[in-house]
């Protein structure tokens, strides 16, 4: 979460709330922003830029598909994590771009957060 700080327990029910549904952004403003991002990252040298890390609750099954690499693990997404893998494959994929999701925080035994990457580059 922001900064890395626990926070507390409703706040973090009600961030999750938000996250679970869509951003209320339009098709436009989503690319302007990702355009955004990948600009900065492309003028800094970076070949990969996070985009997004998301609890394991924003997944239907909690982020086991992602977590075992299955097919049609996308479609476990929900709210603010579907909607940037969405404008990835709509936009981003037919030019190029890679995308990869990581597990970068583990609570237990489970995968707790994930963290959705763009990979800047051809695919080849």
């Known amino acids: ?18 996250l679970s549904k869509p951003s209320g952004l339009t098709e436009d403003e989503k690319v302007k922003l ?13 070949t990969e830029v996070q985009v997004y890390r998301f609890p ?11 977590n075992q690499q ?3 693990w996308e479609k476990t997404l929900t709210g603010i ?12 994929k037919p030019r190029g771009y890679r995308i ?10 489970r995968a707790g957060r994930y963290r959705h990457c763009y990979r800047l580059g051809r695919l080849t």
């Not at 394991?56 to 992602?66: F, K, P």
């Open 70 to 72: 299955e097919p049609g």
């Open 100 to 109: 990869r999701y990581q597990v970068v925080r583990f609570s237990g035994r």
């Open 34 to 46: 990702a355009s955004t991002v990948i600009q900065r990252a492309v003028r800094n040298g970076l």
């Open 1 to 18: 979460m922001p900064g890395g700080w626990p926070l507390p327990r409703r706040k973090k029910r009600a961030l999750i709330e938000r």
């Open 81 to 92: 994590a579907q909607e940037i893998f969405q404008l990835w494959s709509d936009y981003l």
């Open 56 to 66: 394991n609750s924003l997944c239907t099954d909690n982020g086991r598909a992602i």
